[in-house]
């Protein structure tokens, strides 16, 4: 997106460029929005395209999805469509998008010759696909033992629940942030499945939850349903609820217990105060610490089986960076590349950029809506460094092509844009000088800019 625009992505950095670099970490924040946020929902439904899910529909043999990752990684196979691409001895294309199917093409037949237009690749083939000089875009964000199986305290439902954290509950909180907080710091958007309300009580690990089960000693982790939003309804997954709910970390069962009866810490780092002070809580611990403890890796539904300990490395990329935790689902294209992949890349003169959106709930979500302008999304956040925001502009502006890394860096650097023609239309996203957070998109505004920009 930003190579299709590239004038009017590089006039907005000029025109904004101060308040970009004065961020006070160096970096551009943006979040997504859920549509309930307001602002311009109404018209931006209006100008949403009228496309059926049911075009989306398509069988997907069991069999022939990968419960485990290929060994090595870059093993794995990788298609290439030759249909719509220029001819091995076509003339040359003058745009980048044109020059990089040029290129794409060339190197496909010569790897593997044959009428098809589709051929059958390994992945470590995407060293000679890609021609020197263009630009790839790697989503680092980190994925984070979010997963959690607890036991009910509440009189109803009994027996085992799974709580899945998606993303902290107050818009524009950094994930990795919330997680390097005390336990009970934020509270939590979660997807619980279970038919639970306001109030009902989870014990994760450790002594009280082994009682509830019939075993022995105190809770590690409780968790509280604060608020429930909606239902969670997903195909051949249990039904339960998305809802707000509170963390906490007791020290002895007479605190888990006061807790279950109704007098739970509320967010804000109560628990924390309390431990600091000798009130009988656990020692003050980061959320990280204690989900990598008690918590699961989520590896997609559609595996068919158990988070196993070996994907704690499995399921991350190679390039995730601890510093940029925060997603819920890995950003499957980048699982690919190993790093032997990444150094002949950098060889052969690619360059690399990176950015951070943090997965969140949609990944996991199904649509229910007939059509997409009724369906809701839910937002993710991200981030780039106003440094590599300007290498990617110069990259534009020399015509290299720019290669997203699968769908999440896709919509990230579809957001960027966005939020620069938002900027030249007098959007005003960008904030006063100094000011580069709270940068935001609802869900259908590129069409309303879209529809605006022609009307002038």
């Known amino acids: 997106a930003m190579q299709a625009a590239r004038g009017s992505v590089h006039d907005w950095l000029g025109v904004r460029r101060v308040s970009v670099l004065a961020a006070s970490d160096g970096l551009l924040r943006a979040v997504r929005p859920p549509a309930w946020l307001g602002g311009v929902r109404r018209a931006s439904v209006l100008a949403a395209p009228t496309v059926s899910m049911a075009a989306f529909h398509y069988a997907l043999p069991d069999a022939l999805i990968a419960r485990y990752p290929a060994e090595p990684r870059d093993s794995s196979r990788l298609l290439v469509l030759l249909a719509g691409l220029p001819a091995a001895d076509g003339s040359s294309a003058p745009s980048a998008r044109g020059a990089l ?4 093409a060339r190197e496909a037949r010569t790897l593997h010759a044959g009428g098809s237009d589709f051929v059958d690749c390994a992945f470590r083939d995407v060293t000679r696909l890609l021609p020197e000089g263009a630009h790839l ?3 680092e964000s980190r994925v984070f033992a979010a997963r959690l199986f607890g036991v009910n305290a509440s009189a109803s439902p009994s027996g085992t629940v799974e709580v899945l954290l998606l993303a902290p509950d107050r818009p524009g909180v950094d994930p990795a942030d919330a997680l390097g907080a005390t336990v009970g710091t934020h509270e939590w958007r979660a997807m619980v499945r279970a038919d639970v309300g306001t109030g009902a009580v989870f014990c994760v690990g450790g002594p009280v939850a082994a009682a509830l089960s019939g075993g022995t000693s105190g809770a590690k982790l409780l968790v509280r349903v604060s608020r429930v939003y909606s239902s969670w309804i997903e195909e051949e997954e249990a039904d339960g609820v998305e809802a707000a709910v509170q963390l906490y970390a007791p020290a002895s069962e007479a605190a888990a217990a006061a807790a279950m009866a109704g007098t739970f810490p509320s967010a804000g780092g109560a628990a924390a105060t ?21 918590g699961q890796i989520p590896i997609p539904p559609y595996l068919r089986r158990s988070s196993e300990p070996s994907d704690s490395l499995a399921y991350q990329t190679v390039f995730a960076s601890a510093e940029r935790t925060g997603s819920v689902a ?17 060889v052969r003169g690619v360059q690399t950029s990176r950015v951070a959106l943090h997965v969140g709930a949609g990944t996991f979500r199904p649509v229910t809506a007939a059509e997409i302008a009724s369906h809701e999304m839910h937002s993710e956040p991200f981030a780039m460094s106003a440094r590599e925001l300007l290498r990617l502009a110069s990259s534009a502006d020399h015509a290299a092509p720019i290669v997203a890394v699968g769908t999440t860096s896709a919509r990230a650097l579809e957001s960027m844009y966005w939020l620069g023609v938002s900027a030249l239309l007098g959007g005003g996203h960008a904030g006063g000088v100094g000011e580069a957070r709270g940068l935001h998109l609802e869900q259908w505004e590129a069409y309303r800019l879209a529809a605006d920009a022609a009307a002038r």
């Open 274 to 294: 309390a431990a600091a002070a000798g009130g009988g809580e656990a020692p003050v611990q980061s959320l990280s610490t204690v989900l990598e403890l008690l």
């Open 101 to 104: 199917a040029a290129h794409v």
């Open 137 to 139: 875009v790697f989503n």
């Open 330 to 346: 890995a950003p499957t294209a980048g699982l690919h590349f190993t790093q032997d992949t990444l150094e002949q890349l950098r």
